[in-house]
T-cell receptor
Framework: EPEVTQTPSHQVTQMGQEVILRCVPISNHLYFYWYRQILGQKVEFLVSFYNNEISEKSEIFDDQFSVERPDGSNFTLKIRSTKLEDSAMYFC???????????FGSGTRLTVV | GDSVTQMEGPVTLSEEAFLTINCTYTATGYPSLFWYVQYPGEGLQLLLKATKADDKGSNKGFEATYRKETTSFHLEKGSVQVSDSAVYFCALTDYGQNFVFGPGTRLSVLP
């Protein structure tokens, strides 16, 4: 069964550093997403991406965040200057049809120290 | 905006017990409904879904029925196993909108 692949599985970074979280969506999917889950809390929407541009973003997705699809396969989330409160599990997801259900990756656990 | 409410956890059951995790929603349109499961240390996996009223989603012994009249999508399983221990998330997507997740319900099944 096709999978969404995320790397790395765990990243530790110092406060103020830039991090890039990487995702390889399912190849024929057209919609891409990032969600995050702070430990023990709910899953929160960050951003959706379609047709090479952001289609929607939440209040969480401020100027320190950016997304990119640098080639035909990767989908990245960049956090420019990490803060302690950015520590969370970040999930990438993709879908062929927004109403069908997303396929999530296994997540990247980001720890900011 | 759209929202999803789930029963408070954690839920602790003995093996072979009956499971119900309640989920209710509010939505402006006619959403599709989902249950996702997160096993310890892993990502989110789609467990089951339903796209219209009275549809029943089922997978791995779990079932949930889309009840439009009560705006509910309760998850049930007749006989839980230790391997079902996980966090369960109810979610919806209203056509053209992004997913909205409930807060999650942690299930612990004891042998």
């Amino acid at each position: 069964e096709p999978e969404v692949t995320q790397t790395p599985s765990h990243q530790v970074t110092q406060m103020g550093q830039e991090v890039i979280l990487r995702c390889v969506p399912i190849s024929n999917h057209l919609y891409f997403y990032w969600y995050r889950q702070i430990l023990g809390q709910k899953v929160e929407f960050l951003v959706s991406f379609y047709n090479n541009e952001i289609s929607e973003k939440s209040e969480i997705f401020d100027d320190q965040f950016s997304v990119e699809r640098p080639d035909g396969s990767n989908f990245t989330l960049k956090i420019r200057s990490t803060k302690l409160e950015d520590s969370a599990m970040y999930f990438c997801a993709s879908s062929a049809d927004k109403n069908y259900g997303y396929t999530f990756g296994s997540g990247t656990r980001l720890t900011v120290v | 905006g759209d929202s999803v409410t789930q029963m408070e956890g954690p839920v602790t059951l003995s093996e072979e017990a009956f499971l119900t995790i309640n989920c209710t929603y509010t939505a402006t349109g006619y959403p599709s409904l989902f249950w996702y499961v997160q096993y310890p240390g892993e990502g989110l996996q789609l467990l089951l879904k339903a796209t219209k009223a009275d549809d029943k989603g089922s997978n791995k012994g779990f079932e949930a029925t889309y009840r439009k009249e009560t705006t509910s999508f309760h998850l049930e399983k007749g006989s839980v196993q230790v391997s079902d221990s996980a966090v369960y998330f109810c979610a919806l997507t209203d056509y053209g909108q992004n997913f909205v997740f409930g807060p999650g319900t942690r299930l612990s099944v004891l042998p």
